[in-house]
């Protein structure tokens, strides 16, 4: 049987890939990826481990949480299911059918098309954005540049002209003038410093400044 540790890295980021999809499909090498329901998110990322074959989960945070009963679980491949071991403990972890968790598996690699806004933002500012969404009920977010480059990200209601707004201004770089939105509910991102490029082909790229680690998330046309 082919064994495996999960890196704290690795732990972390399928943690965050189950609250875009409750099922992941991880396939045989050392890239993992995941799409959400909507199809409107998906993320990959490159880990260092490399796992020995693929396999379904249908339940990723189901299998995450049962790994906390065990001190340093070591994985042990069989076919059909997975052994967890570590403290003198030992769990048998079955592999869900490939029909159910195919959904959960994107193939083909995204081609994002090129950014029209690009800019950096850090970790403390994507979590006063998810808290400004929170606090004032601001379901939309903006990206918007003007004749002059300047580029500011803003929460708002689209469908209510008189809603609360919050802003905040970034450094980066804009082809002109532009005005593209997407869902902040749809910003579902591993804690960390980001890259970001916008295109008006509504869709996002997100790219986690540490790990190798990508989001493409979708605009709203």
């Given at each position: 049987?082919?064994?495996?540790?999960?890196?704290?890295d690795?732990?972390?980021?399928?943690?965050?890939?189950?609250?875009?999809?409750?099922?992941?499909?991880?396939?045989e090498?050392n890239?993992?990826?995941?799409?959400?329901?909507?199809?409107?998110?998906?993320?990959?990322?490159?880990?260092?481990?490399?796992?020995p074959?693929?396999?379904?989960?249908?339940?990723?945070?189901?299998?995450?949480?049962?790994?906390?009963?065990?001190?340093s679980?070591?994985?042990?491949?069989?076919e059909?299911?997975?052994?967890?071991?570590g403290?003198?403990r030992?769990?048998?972890?079955?592999?869900?059918?490939?029909?159910?968790?195919l959904?959960?598996?994107?193939?083909?690699?995204?081609?994002?098309?090129?950014?029209?806004?690009?800019?950096?933002?850090s970790?403390?500012?994507?979590?006063?954005?998810?808290?400004?969404?929170?606090?004032?009920?601001?379901?939309?977010?903006?990206?918007?540049?003007?004749?002059?480059?300047?580029?500011a990200?803003?929460?708002?209601?689209?469908?209510?002209?008189?809603?609360?707004?919050?802003?905040?201004?970034?450094?980066?770089?804009?082809?002109?003038?532009?005005?593209?939105?997407?869902?902040?509910?749809?910003?579902?991102?591993?804690?960390?410093?980001?890259?970001?490029?916008?295109?008006q082909?509504?869709?996002?790229?997100?790219?986690?400044?540490?790990?190798?680690?990508?989001?493409?998330?979708?605009l709203?046309?």
């Amino acid at each position: 049987m082919s064994k495996l540790i999960l890196s704290n890295d690795t732990h972390a980021i399928l943690k965050n890939f189950a609250t875009i999809n409750s099922s992941i499909m991880i396939r045989e090498g050392n890239t993992l990826k995941t799409i959400s329901v909507g199809e409107n998110s998906i993320a990959e990322f490159n880990c260092e481990e490399t796992f020995p074959q693929s396999f379904g989960i249908y339940d990723l945070s189901e299998f995450l949480t049962g790994m906390s009963l065990f001190d340093s679980p070591v994985l042990e491949f069989a076919e059909q299911h997975v052994n967890i071991i570590g403290n003198g403990r030992k769990a048998r972890y079955y592999f869900s059918n490939p029909e159910i968790t195919l959904k959960a598996a994107p193939e083909k690699n995204v081609k994002f098309p090129g950014a029209d806004i690009e800019f950096n933002i850090s970790a403390e500012d994507i979590k006063a954005l998810k808290t400004a969404s929170t606090v004032y009920s601001l379901p939309d977010l903006s990206f918007t540049s003007d004749d002059d480059r300047n580029i500011a990200i803003k929460l708002f209601n689209k469908e209510d002209a008189t809603s609360n707004v919050y802003e905040q201004t970034v450094t980066g770089n804009s082809t002109g003038v532009h005005n593209l939105c997407m869902k902040m509910d749809n910003l579902r991102l591993h804690n960390g410093d980001y890259h970001v490029e916008v295109s008006q082909k509504l869709v996002s790229m997100w790219k986690h400044q540490r790990l190798d680690l990508k989001y493409f998330i979708a605009l709203e046309p």
